[in-house]
């Protein structure tokens, strides 16, 4: 029986505290029944969930105690759903398979593709890398011969290399406008700043090599130079002094010498920022004594990036000339790189968006080799058009027109496994992804291609458990997980009696807790202009019914259907509340600018705190009578339960915990 919603997250709640039952060296904390609790076990778990390591150290006595009794409380319960024989129902091993089989195929693919990539994608962020390269341009959807054409361009200059600067042939060949200036100079740039095929040709070059085989990209066909490659040093915080040439350079010589007389101040003690004020020509810039911000080595001349790459904080470059002028520079900080864990998440979007779409598919490929994927020739090519082509498998009779002499035959074969084109259809009948294709030859190829690609991950998920030992550390957990849940229902919640009676006796020993606040009702006329506002303010105060008016009127979403009736809200719930609770009842308030528009107001009716109804509150009353009754149930269970397995705990070994350095908790 498959988990409903609610059912799986509650197991999936639950399995945050779940507590591997066998025990290790170290300490022992106590016995729970037939297991043991060693300090290390409690360690682990007490750190993972509960931020780490040097946070877990700072926990107090009590928190720790607060933790144990959780996981104390767990294993009770686990033990005793085993004692029901629950790990033996049919349908929790049921949807323990289903689980199993969905689990491991987004662990591998989080282990084998994902994650790997996540690294390398982190490695590359912290090296930069200066490559030039040379564009042989040609459009993604040009035509085979023009593709070949420009292919053979790209040879053919790719065998000028060895004799020739690459500059040089960027200048005359390269379809890149900037190479006229540049000669094909990209400066540096780290992981992630270029197309992916760029960026893999690129930074598996060395020091000095090229690319042998040009690089396709969307833009063309690359051939790649690696300049140099260094460790990345982060940001580099920046302030410049510019001293800039007048349009026409008329005045070189006299910038020259003003840079010259501006370094040998700052060299005699001028503070840079006082100097930036001073003598700066960049507006912008100047009365923040020069600060221009934060910048990564891709943002500067490859030039200027091998300059600052060695300079220390707080010390000033030579004079840098630009076509602007000179630029002399602060470095005033340096903001070193991430850690994998702070950028993460940025890593995962950016994997996801340009990179996990193609090596999923590089990926399956491969599994295909490595599970031999086979099919029959001849149903390969019978199949796709044997289907009435104007139905879909959720259509009767959709499958009649295959001959019954196939339904036996193997369609295709995944290592010693084989799928019959009965199972295949079979398959595509119990699936809801393929339930509206019509099922045209193309259609029927595409689900072809995806049933048997799943078979063949299918096959790769089963030796999941034998290469990832936390694969049956997470298994065991969900299975702890979902047999805790299942005998908490039988042992708190099903033994929960709910009546009238008892929901009104509860209500009467706790009337305080069900009240309502001060509360208003209204209805508004919302629209964004003032001068409507007025005009409608008015004819409502002349007479006109204002429900009405807000049916016609307002353009807040979904309140024209309501006639702008807000219903019973707290005062405080917003500002139009809190001054309709200044207004009489029946009064109509004049514009009210809110939430970039313009209110009008009747007060419908006021209603001061006071306690709840059994009538209203009935619900609220029903849960918090149930939560009251598990929590007094459980208490007796637990009790119940220590006394038939028995625990016995040290707790003031707790007070050793985290004593150990992170790095050898590791």
């Known amino acids: 029986m498959p988990m409903t919603k609610t059912n799986s997250a509650i197991a999936g709640l639950l399995g945050a505290i779940m507590f591997v039952g066998c025990a290790s060296t170290g300490d022992i904390l106590g016995t729970i029944g037939r297991e043991t609790i060693t300090l290390k076990e409690f360690e682990d778990k007490y750190a993972k969930y509960n931020g780490g390591w040097e946070q877990s150290a700072k926990s107090t006595q009590n928190e720790r105690e607060q933790f144990l009794d959780l996981l104390v409380r767990f294993r009770l319960k686990v033990q005793e759903a085993r004692a029901h024989g629950l790990d033996r129902d049919s349908s929790v091993a049921?949807?323990?398979?289903?689980?199993?089989?969905?689990?491991a195929i987004n662990y591998l693919l989080e282990k084998e593709l994902v994650e790997p990539n996540l690294r390398r994608a982190y490695e590359r962020l912290n090296e930069e890398i200066r490559a030039s390269h040379i564009l042989i341009r040609v459009d993604e959807m040009s035509s085979p011969g023009d593709t070949l054409d420009a292919y053979e361009r790209a040879i053919h200059v790719r065998d000028l290399i060895a004799t020739a600067p690459f500059d040089s042939l960027a200048r005359v060949f390269s379809d890149d406008p900037s190479a006229d200036v540049n000669g094909g100079d990209?400066?540096?740039?780290?992981g992630g700043r270029m197309v992916p095929s760029f960026e893999d040709a690129a930074f598996a070059l060395s020091t000095g090599e090229y690319t042998q085989e040009p690089v396709r990209t969307r833009f063309g066909y690359h051939l790649i130079k690696l300049m140099n490659r260094r460790p990345s040093k982060g940001a580099t915080q920046l302030s410049h002094i510019l001293v800039r040439y007048a349009e026409d350079r008329s005045?070189?010589?006299?910038?020259?010498?003003?840079?010259?007389?501006?370094?040998?101040?700052?060299?005699?003690?001028?503070d840079f920022a006082e100097a930036a004020r001073l003598y700066?020509?960049?507006?912008?810039?100047?009365?923040?004594?020069?600060?221009?911000?934060?910048?990564?080595?891709?943002?500067?001349?490859?030039?200027?990036?091998d300059i600052l790459y060695d300079i220390p904080g707080g010390a000033v470059t030579p004079p840098y000339e630009t076509p602007y002028g000179f630029h002399i520079l602060k470095v005033t900080g340096r903001r070193p790189a991430q850690s994998f864990q702070e950028v993460e998440r940025d890593l995962r979007d950016g994997y996801q968006k340009n990179r996990y779409s193609s090596d999923y598919d590089r990926y399956v490929n491969d599994l295909k080799k490595q599970y031999l994927l086979r099919f029959d020739p001849v149903l390969l090519r019978s199949l796709p058009t044997a289907f009435d082509s104007s139905k879909t498998s959720s259509r009767a009779g959709w499958r009649d027109t295959i001959p019954s002499s196939w339904l036996g035959r193997t369609l295709y074969s995944v290592g010693t496994k084989s799928v019959t084109v009965d199972q295949f259809l079979d398959r595509v009948?119990?699936?809801?992804?393929?339930?509206?294709?019509?099922?045209?030859?193309?259609?029927?190829?595409?689900?072809?291609?995806?049933?048997?690609?799943?078979s063949v991950i299918d096959t790769h998920a089963e030796s999941a458990a034998a290469r990832f030992p936390e694969f049956n550390r997470i298994m065991s957990e969900y299975e702890d997980g979902v047999l805790l849940y299942r005998i908490e229902q039988d042992e708190v919640w099903q033994k929960i009696t709910v009546s009238d009676s008892l929901l009104r006796q509860y209500y009467e020993e706790h009337q305080n807790d069900f009240r309502w606040s001060d509360r208003v009702k209204i209805e508004e006329i919302f629209v964004f202009t003032k001068e409507l506002a007025d005009s409608l303010a008015q004819q409502a105060r002349k007479g006109e019914n204002?429900?009405?008016?807000?049916?016609?009127?307002?353009?807040?979403?979904?309140?024209?259907?309501?006639?702008?009736?807000?219903?019973?809200?707290?005062?405080?719930?917003?500002a139009l509340m809190e001054i309709a609770?200044?207004?009489?009842?029946?009064?109509?308030?004049?514009?009210?600018?809110?939430?970039?528009?313009?209110?009008?107001?009747?007060?419908?009716?006021?209603?001061?705190?006071?306690?709840?109804?059994?009538?209203?509150?009935q619900s609220e009353v029903a849960g918090a009578y149930q939560e009251a009754s598990a929590r007094k149930r459980e208490e007796?269970?637990?009790?119940?339960?220590?006394?038939?397995?028995?625990?016995?705990?040290?707790?003031?070994?707790?007070?050793?915990?985290?004593?150990?350095?992170?790095?050898?908790?590791?």
């Open 546 to 574: 204002f429900g009405e008016l807000a049916a016609l009127a307002t353009v807040r979403p979904e309140y024209s259907s309501k006639k702008g009736a807000w219903g019973w809200q707290p005062v405080t719930a917003n």
């Open 581 to 617: 609770n200044t207004m009489p009842v029946d009064s109509i308030s004049e514009p009210i600018a809110f939430e970039n528009g313009w209110s009008i107001i009747n007060v419908v009716g006021k209603d001061p705190a006071r306690v709840k109804t059994f009538e209203e509150a």
């Open 251 to 270: 005045d070189t010589l006299a910038v020259r010498d003003s840079v010259a007389r501006i370094m040998a101040q700052l060299e005699e003690g001028l």
């Open 94 to 103: 049921e949807e323990l398979t289903s689980y199993r089989h969905s689990i």
């Open 636 to 666: 007796e269970w637990i009790t119940q339960l220590i006394k038939t397995h028995g625990v016995s705990l040290r707790k003031d070994i707790l007070t050793k915990a985290f004593t150990r350095k992170a790095n050898e908790a590791r």
């Open 186 to 190: 990209l400066g540096y740039f780290a």
């Open 280 to 305: 700066s020509s960049d507006d912008g810039s100047k009365e923040r004594g020069g600060a221009i911000g934060e910048f990564t080595n891709d943002r500067l001349p490859a030039a200027l990036a």
């Open 429 to 454: 009948e119990q699936s809801d992804e393929f339930k509206e294709y019509v099922l045209t030859p193309t259609a029927v190829e595409l689900i072809l291609e995806r049933i048997s690609t799943s």
